[in-house]
């Protein structure tokens, strides 16, 4: 008999949650928004690729996304 265990997808989107935070803290989530309006993407682009890699690293169950 051969078991799978997997985290529960709460605990995904919780560890993602932390990940987020800790790489970009809120205001400098708001920065990044900020700017990309002011017509400075740079921090905004910055984000998105860390906030894949993120999610790359904490894949939910049957995310076709997920390298």
Known sequence: ?????????EH???AR???YLAAW?????LEAHAE??????EKLQKM???FAEIRAAHPLPGD???V
Do not use: E, F, K, W
Request: with cysteine; hydrophobic share 45%; proline share 9%.
């Open 1 to 9: 008999m051969r078991l799978t265990v997997a985290p529960c997808v």
């Open 12 to 14: 995904i989107r919780t």
């Open 17 to 19: 949650q932390a990940a």
């Open 25 to 29: 803290p809120i205001h400098a989530q």
């Open 36 to 41: 990309a309006a002011a017509g400075r993407p």
């Open 48 to 50: 998105n690729a860390d």
């Open 64 to 66: 076709s996304n997920a």
